[in-house]
């Protein structure tokens, strides 16, 4: 049985006030809070086991490594990975795709074509700029429609055996669209030899992933989104993809041999994890993922579409209000404006003297701004412990701020 309450008492810090006034707390997509569960988990790991893995026969150095591998295999659980050694620590979203686009250099050359959309975060398309600079590659990116829609015709046009990457996201994070991805990966494989890329950043924390059954060659998330500790993430790849490309780090552990006369790597995973993990946080986020089975991806799922849905329509009934994505799939995500008053920050400052924490401005997708004529939203996002009255606070908060700057 779903209890919000029961799930909002695991989370100390929304107890806490903020200007006099309960912390609501709307900005999940940045980043989420952590279950009491995780910061034991956490705390326990420094407080109990500190040593680092895979390199110690003492006691604490062999506990540490069970304890991270473990980690290791509930992840691969957790998105339904064929091996646990596909599962690659990284320190976020941002460094796995960096990875990718690194270890991808070798494979690509002048006038071969790169594909992402205009629903990409930075993080989505500065690596793939870096990459075509690196080997003269050309960008294409997937335009949208007046409702942040992809317009996958153009992915028709675009693929050939010119392509050598598509990468998308699953959801946006400034418009909470959710992305066809079965669509983009099969027609891909139809088109193309090309490697298939999906940024999960946003996806992961909100419902089931199954890379298996995606059939993607690479899928990266954070745990700091999904209830974990700032500083962790996951880059899957499929065995024989990653097994043949090199390493993006040298260092400790990701050798098996090392001599003046040259090396040889390690075998996976540990080929890409160079240098001491963050084990802490690695084996924190195991926990955020026992907190997330624990309590139901159907059910996150289901709560959070419902404050979506309660979002937008008592937002849509207030007057001047202009939400982004409106007619689209979403999850997670209300991204709007008061039409003719204020900036996004105006309104963010409004609500943060109520309590209310929500993220203003571009939210690192320039492109989706610029193709709006915007300068950016007031973004609301949604995690487990939300609530309709949390929502109800938002909405007088937006009132507010409408007849302040009116």
């Not at 294409?140 to 598509?166: A, C, H, M």
């Not at 995606?214 to 880059?235: E, N, Q, R, W």
């Amino acid at each position: 049985m779903f209890d919000i309450q029961e799930i909002r008492s695991q989370f100390t810090i929304l107890n806490r006030e903020v200007n006099g006034k309960p912390l609501v707390y709307l900005d999940n997509a940045a980043t989420s809070q952590k279950p009491d569960s995780v910061l034991k988990v956490w705390n326990d790991y420094y407080t109990e086991l500190n040593a680092n893995v895979h390199r110690g026969i003492h006691t604490l150095s062999q506990l540490a490594t069970e304890e991270m591998e473990l980690s290791r295999r509930k992840i691969q659980k957790f998105i339904n990975a064929k091996h646990d050694f596909e599962v690659i620590f990284t320190k976020g979203t941002t460094e796995g795709l960096n990875l990718i686009a690194y270890i991808l250099t070798q494979k690509l050359k002048k006038d071969d074509e790169i594909i992402i959309s205009y629903l990409e975060h930075h993080s989505n398309i500065v690596p793939w700029q870096l990459l075509c600079e690196r080997t003269g590659a050309k960008l294409r990116v997937i335009p949208i429609d007046e409702n942040g829609i992809l317009q996958l015709n153009y992915l028709d046009e675009f693929l050939s055996e010119k392509t050598k990457v598509v990468s998308v996201n699953q959801v946006s994070n400034a418009l909470g669209i959710v992305n066809p991805i079965e669509e983009i990966i099969a027609k891909t494989r139809k088109n193309s030899e090309a490697y298939i890329v999906i940024d999960g950043a946003q996806s992961a924390p909100h419902f089931e992933i199954d890379v298996q059954k995606m059939d993607c060659d690479f899928f990266v998330f954070s745990g700091h989104k999904m209830y974990a500790p700032m500083g962790t993430g996951i880059l899957y790849g499929k065995q024989e993809i990653l097994e043949e490309l090199p390493p993006f780090h040298g260092g400790g552990e990701m050798i098996a041999t090392c001599s003046f006369d040259g090396t040889t790597y390690a075998g996976l995973p540990f080929k890409y994890e160079a240098g001491t993990p963050n084990v802490g946080g690695n084996i924190a986020l195991g926990a955020a993922v026992d907190f997330i089975e624990k309590t139901g991806r159907q059910n996150i799922q289901n709560h959070e579409n419902a404050l979506l849905e309660y979002a937008q329509r008592k937002l849509l009934e207030l007057e001047n209000i202009k939400i982004y994505g409106e007619k689209a799939n979403r999850t997670g995500v209300v991204s709007f404006n008061l039409e003719g008053v204020g900036i996004s920050s105006d309104v963010g400052m409004i609500l943060d003297k109520m309590g209310i924490a929500v993220r203003t401005g571009h939210h690192c997708t320039q492109p989706i701004m610029s193709f709006f004529n915007i300068a950016g939203t007031v973004r609301a996002s949604f995690a487990v412990y939300n609530t309709f009255e949390e929502i109800d606070k938002l909405v007088e908060g937006v009132k507010k701020a409408q007849k302040m700057l009116s």
